[in-house]
C-alpha cells in the first residue's frame, strides 16, 4: 500500500502487483476509498498477475512475465512491478525479470522492494517506491541530462502524504508560502507526473521533504540532487516563520518582505480565534504522528487555549497541520467542540 | 442495440480484481455466527482490508516478517488465549503466507477450534464463504432431527443488504406462518446441528449448500414461486396474505414505473454484480421501466474468469448507459452517471440503512432508489 500510494501517481506509469489478485484487490478498494475523501474518483492504473495455486506452487516468475507482456502492450512509460508477501515467500526473482525486460526493451520496468508485509511497513513501501521512482532523476534513461540554465529556482516536494485527505490543502499552504517569497513550485515527486517531469529532479535548487521521521528521504534525496533539503513541512505559526528563513536562507533570498506578510496573516488568524481564549482541551496524543509540545505550547502563547486533563475532549488530527493555514482549520474545527 | 457483456476475459493483466479474495468470505461466513471467535492469522494488511469489508470483530495476529521466519504459531496462540475465553467456538483463518506455511497448531488449539486456510491464491470471496461452511457444518457433524421451518441462506455481512434481507426475510416467513430454523450465516453456530430440511436464500451468491434449497427471495417471480412450493411443504403454512402483499406491491412497481414512461424514454442500463443480483435488477429493469440492459459483467460467472477494473472501464467507456447498477468502483469510473450501489464495495456511508433487496420491500426499496435516481430526485 505505501509503495502504491507512490507509483499509482505516477500518470503514465503502470503499476503491476506481482500475487494474487486479492492482494491488488483490497489495495485498490483502500485506495479508492481513501481517494474519495479527496474528491478524486479516477482510479490509477494497477495490474496484477493474478497469481494462482500453480503459481505459487511451481513459480509466479510465468505470471510475471505473461502480466508485463501485457501491461508493456498498453504503451505505458514505465512500469513499476510491487512484489507481495505471496511472491516473496515463494522466492520469485522479480528483479531479474524486470532488468529482462529493462534491457530488452525501451521502456524501463523498475522494481519496488516492498514485498507486502515482509517488505516492512506501509512508510518502508512509500520509501522504496521513492527510491525506485529516483531512477528517472536523471532521465528516462538513467544518464543525466546537463542542467538548463533557468532564471528561476527549480523547488521540488518529496514524499507528499498522497492518501492523507488534506494533500492537495497541504500543498496550497506550501505554495502559498513559497509565493510570498516570488517562489512556485516546479515539481511535485510524486504527485500526479510523468515520468519525463522526474528528470528534474535532479535539476532541484532545493527539495522539501513533506515529512521525514527517520531520515531516510533526506538521505535518498542526497543520492540525486546536492540541493539543499527542509525535511519537513512547517507546523503552525512559528513553524512557517521558519520554514519562510529557510527557503530564504537556501536560496540566498531577502525573507524580510515574505515574513511582514505572514505576520499580518498569522495576526488576522489570532484574531479571529479570540473567543477561544481561556478555554481547556483535553487531548489524546494518539494520531498525531510528531505531536510536539511546540504545537500545544503554541496553542497556549497565541490563543490562550491551555492543556488541562479536566479540559473539552477534542478531535485529533491525524497530522499535525501544516502552516498557519492549517492551524485555523484545525481550530476551526475545535471551536465546534469547545 | 447489442449488449456489451464480459463474463469470460481470458487475461492476466485486466487489472484490479473487483471482487475480494478467499479470506474475506471465509471471515465473513464464521463472524455471522454470534459465538464463534475469528481469529484472522494475517498481516496487518490483509487484516486491515478483512476488517473494512466485514463489520463484525475480528482478532487478529497481525503478522510481521519475525513470524515468517519462525513460524506463527507463537504470536498466534498469544491472541487464541487472549480471547477464546470470550466464545464457545475458536475458528482460525490462515491467509496466504500461513496457509503456505503450512504449520500444525493443534497442540495449543482449544477443544473443538477449527483451522481453516483461505489463501487468496485459492478463490474468491464465494469460495472462500462456502470453504468456511463447509468446515462449519463437519464441525458440527449433525447428530439432531432436523428442526421444524425453512432455513434462511445467503447471509453474508459484506453484502450491505444482508442485515435488511434477513429481516425481510423473516417478516415474510413470519407472515406465512412458516417458522424460521438456522441462519447462515447467523444467530448461533449450534443452530447448524439442527438446521431444517428446507431453505429459502436471500442472495444465492452465497450459497452455504445447508438444507434443500427452495427458491429464492430475490425478484417478484422467484419469490412467488419459492412460497408456492413452501406452500406444498407445510400445508399449516398461510400464504394468502403474502400472495396478497406480492400482487399490491406488484400493483405499485407498475403504477410507479409507467409514471416514469409517461416522461422518459426506457433508460439504457449498466449492470455490475453478482449473478443473483443482476439477474434480480434485471428481470425487474426489464419487466417494468421497459429498461435495455446495454452493459453488464458478473462477479461471480459461471466460467470464473471475472473482469477486471480494466476491462470493465473499456466498457464504460465504449458504452454510456443513463444508469449504472453496481459497486463503487464503477460508480468511480463514470461519476457522471446515475448510480444506485447494490454490489461490494459500496462507499462507506452509502448504505447505512438495513434496507433489503429481496422480498416485496427490497423491490419496492430498490425500484424507488432506481427511480430517484433517474429522475434526479435525491
Redesign the interface.
Known sequence: MGALAVTAFVRDAVTLIHGPSGCAHLNATLFQTTLMHQDRFALPEILSSSMSEQDVIFGGEDALRTSLDEAVALGPDAVFVVPTCVSETIGDDVETICSEYSCNGDLPVVMVRAGGFLGGTFHDGFVAALEAAAVFAGGATGASEPARQRDYPVITIVGEKNLESEVEENYDEISRLLGLLGLTVSLRYVRDITVGEMSLLSESDLLIIRDDPDGRIEELCSSFSAAPVISGFPEGLKGSFAFLQSVAGCLGLDAGDALAAETDYQAAIIASFDDLKGLSIAFDSFGFQNATDMLFAELEEYFGITLAASGTPIPVPFTTPVGSTGLRLMLREWRRFL | MEAFSLTSQK??????????????GAVSAAAGFSDVGVVLNA????S??VE??VPATIHCTY???EE?VFGTASRLREVVESVSSLYESIVVINS??PA??AEDYSDFLPEGAICVDA????G?MSTGYRQMIDALCSRENRTCEPAEGVNIDGLCSVDRFSPGNLTEAQRLLAMAEIPVAALCSGGTLDTLNRAADYTLSVNPAFASGIGTERGSLLGMSAMEAAFSDLARQFPDANVSLLFDEYAATEEIIIKECDRYLRRHDPPAVGIFATTAYAGYATELLSEYLDAEIICSALRDPASGERP???AV?EMLNQETPDLILGS??E???A?ETSFVGITF?L??GSVIQHRPLCGTEGALALTERILHTLTGTH
Open positions: 487475461s492476466h493483466c485486466q487489472g484490479v480484481d473487483l471482487w475480494p479474495c478467499a479470506v474475506t498481516s496487518s494488511g490483509c486491515y482490508y473494512y469489508a503478522l510481521t516478517e515468517v496466504c503466507v503456505l506455511m489463501p487468496g491464491y485459492c474468491d477486471g477494473l480494466r472501464r463503487s468502483f460508480q468511480a469510473m461519476p464495495p462507499r462507506s
